[in-house]
């Protein structure tokens, strides 16, 4: 027998939708019926509080999920239930106000919290230790390393003691801490004695805290790979994922050597391991490495070297995007003939699949080159078959179509105003999400880095369509917002 969903799961499930507003509504709704049922002050009422506070928190709204935590945190504990949600809301206030920047009322509010669970459960209980770690994370990003260590390694003991799983992110913490902390002790200790699913989890965790403008991230993530290596051996995935994240991170660092050699040690793996497929995504990676590292000639050998590993696997698609960035490549390097060659063939090859996306992608790279060529006619008619199966939010898709209304001026290059381009890929992301008698007029522009939308209908809509409406303006703006502050590929 299936039971109905919760409100704050159906909150959820509208937020992963992009539906922040619907969201919002819900568990105000929510809060409003629990508040007039039970009154405020309740345990009842308390718990909506924490819940509207976590949808609002997952909106970015964080100073009003800060308030609702705070309601939550005031509510008076009538009985062991209400004494350990309070306990809840409390770590949620204060990890919502060092979210904020609020550290001086965040580190009041979790070390208020820290002795509330030790007074509840006790030092030995793993509850009292989901208090001490966050209180340590926040005693770091203060600089008090010295106290920091003192409450991470208690946590870990905790944690380590009762076999709870959240020794992984407390041993991250910890590392993160020592390595602050300037001496020669090693980062990661008795991995040895762990499950392979705790250690895996404990690299997850260093990786989610790694901050990639900072170069001592770099220092920490290396740690963590010999670790891995040690643990688990040279070609477990969690070692090789590891590795993809230190290449990143040499690309974020500007350490390209690093981020080359991480590429070469993660291929090696793919290949003593007969993995085809990962080998080549992996060989593109060291590809574009090397080539933004200026070594062109490098670069060009291994996209021929991907090429043949694409041909012996024997998918399309695949073909299709080692020509289609080993063209760009050769079309960087100045070498147009070979370029539009390969190009050419990773549209012929995307045909032969069955994937519109690369189909799109490639007819857009191709009809690119041929703008910047001055060949007008056939680039426009490239991109305007490219387009045609695109996405209008893919990335490829904006900048083709930017490219597009400079062929349609009779431009080489320019390449139109990326800004009206984003403004009506946005329009026709939305008209296409809706039924075609609804709207009458819709106009879409940027200004001040955000969209301005006016909308005129041709008739009264359904409660339903209404909804819908509400979705998929939510989902529009969720997705082309991040567009505005990507970089975009030049042409």
Not at 211 to 225: E, R, Y
Not at 287 to 293: D, F, L, T
Not at 465 to 491: C, K, T, W
Request: glycine share 8%.
């Amino acid at each position: 027998m299936t039971t109905s969903p919760t409100p704050i799961e159906v909150a959820f499930a509208l937020l992963r939708e992009g539906r922040l507003v619907d969201a919002e509504n819900l568990m105000t709704h929510e809060l409003q019926t629990v508040t007039a049922k039970h009154g405020r002050g309740s345990s009842a009422w308390a718990s909506a509080q924490c819940d509207l506070g976590n949808v609002l928190l997952n909106g970015d709204q964080l100073d009003r999920a800060i308030e609702c935590y705070r309601h939550a945190a005031s509510a008076p504990a009538q009985d062991y239930e209400s004494r350990k949600d309070r306990l809840t809301y409390r770590l949620n206030l204060g990890m919502a106000l060092r979210m904020a920047g609020r550290l001086d009322e965040a580190e009041a509010e979790l070390r208020q919290g820290a002795q509330e669970r030790l007074a509840f459960y006790g030092r030995e209980h793993a509850g009292y230790a989901f208090g001490l770690e966050p209180l340590a994370d926040l005693l770091l990003q203060r600089g008090d390393v010295r106290q920091a260590r003192h409450v991470v390694d208690e946590a870990v003991d905790n944690l380590w003691r009762n076999g709870h799983e959240r020794v992984a992110a407390a041993l991250a913490l910890r590392a993160a801490i020592v390595q602050a902390g300037g001496t020669a002790e090693p980062l990661f200790l008795d991995l040895r004695q762990l499950p392979d699913e705790v250690v895996e989890q404990v690299a997850g965790s260093v990786i989610q805290r790694l901050d990639h403008s900072d170069p001592a991230s770099k220092h920490l993530l290396t740690a963590l790979v010999a670790a891995l290596e040690a643990r688990l051996g040279l070609d477990h995935q969690a070692t090789l994922n590891a590795l993809s994240v230190l290449a990143n991170l040499g690309r974020d660092l500007g350490d390209q050597s690093g981020r080359i050699e991480a590429i070469e040690r993660v291929l090696a793996s793919y290949d003593r391991q007969g993995r085809a497929e990962q080998a080549l995504m992996a060989s593109l990676g060291l590809a574009m490495a090397q080539s933004e590292a200026d070594d062109a000639e490098a670069a060009l050998l291994t996209y021929a070297s991907a090429y043949a590993r694409a041909e012996r696997i024997g998918r399309p698609e695949l073909q299709s995007q080692v020509l289609r960035n080993w063209g760009l490549a050769l079309q960087e390097a100045g070498q147009t003939g070979p370029a539009e060659q390969r190009l050419a063939e990773a549209v012929a090859q995307a045909r032969r699949g069955a994937d519109y996306e690369t189909v799109g992608r490639a007819g857009v790279a191709l009809g690119l080159f041929l703008q910047h060529e001055g060949r007008l006619p056939e680039a426009r008619t490239v991109l305007e078959e490219g387009l045609a199966v695109l996405d209008p939010v893919h990335p490829d898709a904006i900048v083709g179509r930017s490219h597009l209304g400079a062929v349609i001026d009779g431009r080489t290059c320019g390449c139109g105003d990326l800004q009206d381009t984003i403004a009506d890929a946005f329009r026709e992301f939305v008209i296409t999400r809706l039924p075609a008698d609804l709207l009458a007029r819709l106009d879409v522009r940027i200004a001040d880095d955000d969209f301005q939308v006016n909308v005129e209908l041709r008739r009264e809509p359904t409660e339903a369509e209404i909804e819908r409406l509400n979705g998929v303006f939510q989902s529009a703006h969720a997705e082309f917002r991040r567009r505005l502050s990507e970089p975009q590929y030049a042409g």
